[in-house]
């Protein structure tokens, strides 16, 4: 009897917890992720074999159950600054037709290796582009500081569908070996979402970072106003689940709260690792739940690339 009434008055205890959990839900909360796929090389096709893993990376893609992904080395290197067809974005938009993909086009106009999906039946994307880190970041596969291999941020401005709030999101990928490259890349960062965070506009900034979460790269970021998500153990792993260092792939953020605790799948599916990275989601909610956007901005459609040229989309 004792036992029952303690579980009782447990039980009763928990309820307003519940209840005050399911308050700070709304309904314009959005799941965000990212996810750095592995590349793709001709010349070295025994390194992560595409058919081996393509289940997999569609099946951790399926389970993330994310409204919007960024994805990173989303392409077939075939060497020299060539790339074959995309394969890999082909085939998880056919395994995972909940998605459209922005932040793509035509690879001599706009590079398609760091797409960001989203769900149609949540956003719009609004507007797109990209900038390489270097010192011409609108020149297509400009060079680094250092000259060594092309990275770059993609970007869509997205329409929320269920507040007509509009956001942006900038998917990054920093050079793992440079630290001048990547501190190079966060000040380019916080320069070009400058002016959106000044026009209180909600930013979300994700990727690989190639940076652990006390490092200067991520300080410059939070300087300029960004919120990293609580980092979650490792995301990279050498593709064989070895987690010796904390996690390189974050999410950043203005605008928002994040809701719950970042999620990462570490595990493998039917025997096999999807990538070298841990995908990772986090939930994140509009500090403002009744903001308005623009008639403007709600009727406009298009595509930028990156610099001021347009096209509709």
């Known amino acids: 009897m004792k036992a029952r009434a303690s579980y009782l008055y447990a039980l009763l205890f928990s309820l307003p917890l519940s209840c005050l959990a399911q308050e700070n839900q709304t309904a314009w909360d959005m799941s965000v992720a990212s996810f750095n796929v592995h590349y793709l090389s001709q010349r070295h096709p025994d390194r992560l074999p595409w ?3 393509r289940e997999a990376v569609s099946q951790a893609v399926n389970e993330l159950k994310a409204d919007i992904i960024g994805f990173q080395e989303v392409e077939n290197w075939v060497g020299r600054g060539q790339f074959g067809d995309n394969i890999q974005l082909q085939w998880i938009l056919t395994q995972s037709p909940q998605y459209a993909a922005a932040a793509v086009g035509d690879p001599d106009m706009y590079p398609e290796t760091q797409p960001i999906l989203y769900r149609p039946d949540k956003f719009t994307p609004l507007q797109q582009g990209f900038f390489y880190f270097s010192e011409t970041p609108d020149l297509i596969y400009s060079r680094p500081w250092d000259q060594s291999f092309p ?6 401005q997205f329409l929320n569908l269920s507040n007509n709030q509009s956001f942006r999101v900038v998917n990054v990928h920093f050079d ?3 630290k001048i490259n990547r501190h190079g890349a966060a000040g380019l960062v916080t320069e ?3 002016p959106w965070l000044e026009e209180k506009e909600p930013v979300i900034v994700l990727g690989d970072f190639n940076a652990l979460s006390w490092f200067e790269t ?5 300087d300029a ?9 490792s995301t990279f792993h050498f593709n064989r689940g070895l987690n010796l260092f904390p996690a390189i792939d974050h999410v950043l953020f203005s605008g928002f709260e994040q809701r719950e605790e970042t999620l990462r799948l570490n595990k493998k599916y039917d025997g096999v690792w999807p990538s070298d990275h841990y995908p990772i989601r986090v939930v994140l909610g509009f500090l403002e739940d009744d903001p308005t956007t623009s008639t403007e901005s709600q009727e406009r459609l298009s595509c930028t690339t990156g610099s001021d040229e347009t096209t509709t989309c």
């Open 151 to 156: 990275s770059y941020a993609s970007w869509v």
């Open 51 to 53: 058919e081996e893993r």
């Open 218 to 222: 991520m300080d410059i970021l939070r």
């Open 225 to 233: 106003g960004l919120h990293l998500a609580d980092p979650e153990g």
């Open 192 to 194: 070009r979402i400058q």
């Open 176 to 178: 793992h070996s440079s």
